[in-house]
């Protein structure tokens, strides 16, 4: 592992010239990861890192993992494994301590390319692995696969009906030189929910998911990586930890479901804090329309901040009158809400009722332009919203939240949850 580089390697955007910025915490990922280990010793672990790493930066949170001790990366697309690989491959990570797994398998993708990059790669039905063996037949070389069994989800997977099939294409394929099987897995669909239904539907995921593996026994072909879990299932299933548990969300500090438990809860630290300065600070009139449709009207002489994030930044709509921020003003922190609808690159916050004394240019007003206002963070560290309450104010997942943080928003990565002026600050 002392060949996996620690410096954090942050957007070439140029940050200063951005109003807005996701800080993100390697050390929390690490934190993270070592939690979860704790919750299944015994597995190999896979840091998740699809989609950009949920948001949080690719490059940055895979050298951290790896740094915390991961062993394996996985991403959706051949696309994100191929940009990981060329990434790590010039960061200097040897490729054996930091094997890729891609799971998405679109036919006619350019697999040679994939072989070539030492991808992994999922197998769920005959024609993908026909093409992949054809790839690795005109490459002279042994593609790695791990064979997906659908075991309840009905997205990917070879279903109890064609996995006979399946073993024996993969038979003749590892026979003939082309394939090599490194694992077979699946994925629980309802490992969050401890309800009765939730309960025995992870026990019938198991149930398909060992006999899946009775059928590529039957064949002769025994994976020596069988996976099953994601964050849910390593934290709530130990049943079905098998030799590696697949950690996403859990690594950002998030919980698969905070209905069962909370980050704080889970030893979990929220990564990612997204953050804006204010920049606009003014006295509006009572009863003035706010934003796109007049949807809030001050109701009284009002004071409004405005925060230069909005829909295209990845804010969604949905938080329009309702989504949490604080404002950390000189005086201490503002608790206040989004008022009036969320536009694409900005949006209002209340700031509180203004006196009639009181104009714009007020020396007492209640936050100042340049201001930070906090969507949201770690609650645990300062008074500020979790992406959690970002979730549930938009009637949706804190995956969500953080995974659709737009393109360009900065995304500066720390140690330790602070630059050196946030260090000054607290
Ligand atoms: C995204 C994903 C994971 C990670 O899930 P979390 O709930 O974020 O831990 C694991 N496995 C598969 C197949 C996934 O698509």
Redesign the pocket.
């Known amino acids: 592992m002392s060949t996996i580089p620690t410096t954090p390697v942050t957007t070439p955007r140029p940050v200063e010239t951005y109003p807005s910025r996701a800080v993100v915490d390697l050390d929390a990922v690490a934190h993270n990861l070592h939690v979860l280990r704790g919750r299944a010793p015994h597995s190999l672990q896979?840091a998740?890192v699809?989609a950009g790493a949920?948001g949080h930066g690719q490059l940055p949170v895979a050298l951290a993992a790896l740094g915390a001790g991961a062993d394996w990366l996985?991403v959706?697309q051949v696309e994100e494994a191929l940009e990981l690989r060329a990434a790590l491959d010039d960061a200097g990570v040897a490729r054996e301590a930091a094997p890729i797994l891609a799971?998405i398998a679109p036919s006619g993708q350019d697999w040679a390319r994939a072989i070539e990059a030492d991808i992994d790669l999922s197998v769920s039905w005959t024609w993908a692995l026909a093409e992949i063996a054809a790839a690795a037949r005109s490459l002279g070389r042994r593609a790695r696969i791990h064979v997906k069994v659908d075991t309840g989800m009905s997205r990917a997977g070879s279903t109890p009906e064609d996995l006979p099939a399946l073993a024996s294409a993969v038979r003749t394929a590892v026979d003939g030189g082309q394939v090599e099987l490194v694992g077979a897995?699946s994925?629980l669909s309802r490992a969050d929910d401890p309800s009765p239904e939730g309960l025995a539907s992870t026990a019938e995921h198991v149930a398909l998911f060992e006999s899946g593996l009775g059928v590529l026994a039957a064949a002769g072909l025994h994976p020596a990586i069988r996976h099953l879990s994601?964050?849910?299932g390593?934290l709530w299933h130990p049943e079905a930890h098998y030799d590696m548990v697949?950690?996403?969300?859990?690594?950002?500090g998030l919980s698969?479901d905070p209905v069962v438990a909370g980050s704080a809860e889970l030893g979990l630290r929220p990564v990612m804090r997204l953050e804006a300065p204010l920049t606009s600070v003014k006295v509006v009139a009572t009863d003035r329309p706010v934003s796109y449709g007049g949807t809030w009207r001050t109701p009284t002489r009002r004071w409004l901040g405005l925060v230069p994030l909005g829909y295209a930044d990845g804010i969604l709509r949905a938080a329009s009158n309702c989504g949490p921020v604080t404002v950390l003003s000189a005086e201490g922190p503002v608790a206040t809400h989004v008022v009036g609808r969320v536009c694409m690159d900005q949006f209002v916050v209340d700031l509180g009722p203004a006196r009639e004394d009181q104009t714009s240019a007020s020396p007492d007003a209640p936050a100042r332009v340049g201001d930070t206002a906090v969507l949201f963070g770690d609650p645990a560290v300062g008074r500020v919203p979790s992406a959690d309450q970002w979730a549930r104010a938009c009637g949706t997942i804190n995956?969500e939240i953080v995974s659709r943080l737009g393109e360009r928003v900065p995304r500066v990565h720390v140690h330790g949850g602070g630059t050196d002026e946030e260090e000054a600050r607290a």
């Open positions: 896979m998740v699809k949920y996985g959706a799971w897995w994925h994601a964050t849910a390593a697949r950690i996403g969300i859990g690594m950002y698969p995956y």
